[in-house]
């Protein structure tokens, strides 16, 4: 199956700071999204972005997906943005309903 | 404007105790989705219905299943929960299938003593 891989696993950050995260993906995707999970377990979704590049406020994300990977940037963090920040993508190929997740990166962020 | 919606938040069951969490939405979508999420660990999908059509994962146990009796709710059942089936289960939409931006409950953490 297709595999995902997230960097940082970790990551530190005072608040104010800018931050980038990557996922890369092993195959073509049909469907990739990032998400964000609140710190009593929660989901939210960030974006929907197979491919091309998407701002929401202090958030944005690019997928290039010729090259399987997508990064998504955090500017002036907050101390609310800490969580678990996830990307998940469906297999084109496999036809599957299945969102692959990535392992996460865990962001703190401190005062 | 809550659109997936799971209950309980918190569920304690005794091992072996059979226990079920149920899941509506609000948004119409014809697919439903459950997903176990063990500590520190990415949510893992069991299986989804598009609309009454039950697809289970391959390494789903069988001591879970699922019931769809309607498009707005959908069940998850634990026969016999063991320590092991300790996690937080997270129940998602999506309209038509697997293109399609996955909206996610706030879960139910399952505790098993």
């Known amino acids: 199956g297709i595999q995902v891989e997230q960097s940082p696993p970790d990551l530190i950050l005072q608040e104010g700071a800018n931050s980038t995260l990557r996922c890369n993906f092993s195959?073509?995707?049909?469907?990739l999204q990032w998400f964000h999970q609140n710190p009593w377990g929660q989901l939210i979704n960030l974006f929907y972005?197979?491919?091309g590049t998407k701002q929401n406020g202090r958030l944005s994300a690019t997928t290039v997906a010729t090259e399987r990977y997508s990064l998504l940037y955090i500017s002036s963090s907050q101390t609310t943005d800490s969580g678990v920040y996830f990307c998940?993508?469906?297999?084109?190929?496999?036809?599957?309903?299945?969102?692959?997740f990535g392992k996460g990166t865990k962001l703190s962020v401190i005062p | 404007d809550a659109m997936v919606i799971q209950n309980p938040r918190y569920q304690v069951t005794q091992f072996g105790k059979p226990v079920t969490l149920s899941c509506s939405q609000t948004?119409?979508?014809?697919?439903m989705y459950w997903y176990q999420q063990k500590s520190s660990q990415a949510p893992k999908l069991l299986f989804h219905?598009?609309?009454?059509?039950?697809?289970n994962e391959a390494d789903t146990p069988d001591n879970f299943q699922s019931r769809r009796p309607n498009t707005s709710f959908c069940f998850l059942d634990i026969r016999s929960p063991g320590l092991g089936d300790a996690a937080m289960y997270l129940c998602?939409?999506?309209?038509?299938?697997?293109?399609?931006?996955?909206?996610f409950g706030p879960g139910t953490r399952l505790t098993v003593l």
């Open positions: 998602a939409t999506s309209a038509r299938g697997g293109t399609d931006t996955q909206y």
């Open positions: 195959d073509s995707v049909n469907n």
């Open positions: 972005i197979p491919s």
């Open positions: 998940a993508v469906g297999d084109s190929g496999a036809g599957s309903y299945q969102l692959t």
């Open positions: 948004l119409n979508h014809n697919v």
């Open positions: 219905y598009y609309d009454k059509d039950f697809n």
